[in-house]
């Protein structure tokens, strides 16, 4: 996976990739977006608070090598709601953009 080269996405792509997974995800639009529930029961996807994630590996969060799971700090997860579902929306992020190129990395 070392010699993986990650495509160049533009700006104006990834806007466009978000307006339309807000379009599809969630159409009405309102504030806050349930991030956490799209995660989980849109997207299949489990969020997994880990204890000391943001010591031991200096990140707040990630996506599991399988695409299935949401790694947070448990700290973050527990104590800062803004800072957890920015994470679950950067990490969704990656699992749209990212996913089929991981996949392929892996076999």
């Keep these: 996976m070392a010699d993986m080269e990650v495509p160049y996405i ?3 792509v990834i806007f466009h990739r978000a307006e339309s997974f807000l379009e599809e995800f ?7 977006v ?12 489990m969020i997994l608070p880990i204890a000391n994630l943001e010591v031991f590996c200096e990140i707040s969060g990630t996506m599991s090598k399988d ?7 448990e700290k973050t997860y527990e104590n800062q709601e803004s800072r957890t579902r920015f994470t679950v929306a950067h990490e969704i992020g990656h699992f749209i953009l990212h996913k089929e190129l991981f996949e392929k990395a892996n076999g």
């Design 34 to 45: 349930p991030i956490e529930e799209i995660a989980e029961k849109k997207l299949g996807l």
């Design 67 to 73: 695409f299935k799971t949401i790694l947070i700090d």
């Design 10 to 12: 533009s700006d104006d």
């Design 26 to 32: 969630h159409p009405d639009n309102t504030l806050p």
